[in-house]
């Protein structure tokens, strides 16, 4: 008897930090609208922290594999996807065939604001889901990012972690240079401001896919690489 009474503190005080733990979960569930002990500790939620273990495959809770317009359809019963599910199934289908994978994620994973993002490392990119229910945006966005998928293509191969310009500077409508070079910083306007173009273009990204899934992305004929791009594939064996 003594020897439990000795325990008791030991014992309350194990209890004490278990409900603690118990009830974090909990109000982190009714924070963030899902059970959040499926993933690792991060930083905070909708932060680069939080989309950096979304992107590296550790964060999984509510994010789900996309592979036709129907698994988004199943997500959003009440929104119509007709207009835009052939192309964004055909840019999925070769996002497939190259090696990169979609995915539907929990918005609280994404920095508020950040609609999708593509990861040059792990040749995956993920959709918000807390914007996707807009057919108009869900293919902006596809194209967008798929675009970038497109870029990664044109380095060489998909399966290293380098981007590469697709289309000649002069080639890209002013309109989207301005947006990109308010919008991002001026290190990555070149890149980003052919994948706006994209994202508001019918077919450019689908078509440039297709491209990218027969090989060797530059030697066809619409794809010509830019003197840089060249010499880019030049100084790494792409181009003998």
Request: net charge negative; aromatic share 10%.
């Amino acid at each position: 008897m003594d020897q439990f009474h000795l325990l008791l503190p030991q014992l309350a005080q194990h209890f004490l930090s278990k409900m603690k733990r118990l009830l974090s979960i909990l109000a982190l569930t009714l924070i963030s609208g899902s059970a959040a002990f499926a993933d690792p500790e991060v930083k905070g939620w909708n932060t680069n922290d939080s989309m950096g273990c979304m992107m590296l495959r550790e964060c999984t809770d509510h994010v789900k594999e996309v592979t036709s317009i129907k698994d988004i359809k199943r997500a959003y019963p009440d929104s119509d996807y007709s207009v835009i599910g052939p192309e964004f199934n055909d840019i999925v289908s070769s996002l497939n065939e190259v090696g990169v994978k979609v995915f539907l994620g929990n918005s609280k994973y994404f920095p508020r604001t950040n609609r999708g993002i593509y990861h040059t490392v792990g040749n995956n990119f993920f959709l918000n889901a807390a914007y996707m229910s807009r057919p108009h945006t869900l293919m902006s966005v596809t194209r967008h990012e798929a675009w970038h998928a497109v870029q990664d293509c044109m380095a060489g191969t998909i399966d290293n972690s380098f981007i590469a310009i697709v289309k000649p500077e002069e080639e890209v409508p002013y309109y989207w240079k301005e947006i990109a070079e308010r919008t991002y910083p001026k290190s990555a306007v070149a890149w980003e401001q052919e994948a706006k173009w994209a994202g508001s273009t019918e077919g450019m990204t689908r078509d440039a896919l297709k491209a990218c899934a027969k090989g060797n992305m530059w030697e066809h004929p619409l794809y010509d690489p830019t003197p840089m791009t060249e010499e880019w594939l030049v100084e790494n064996g792409f181009i003998k």
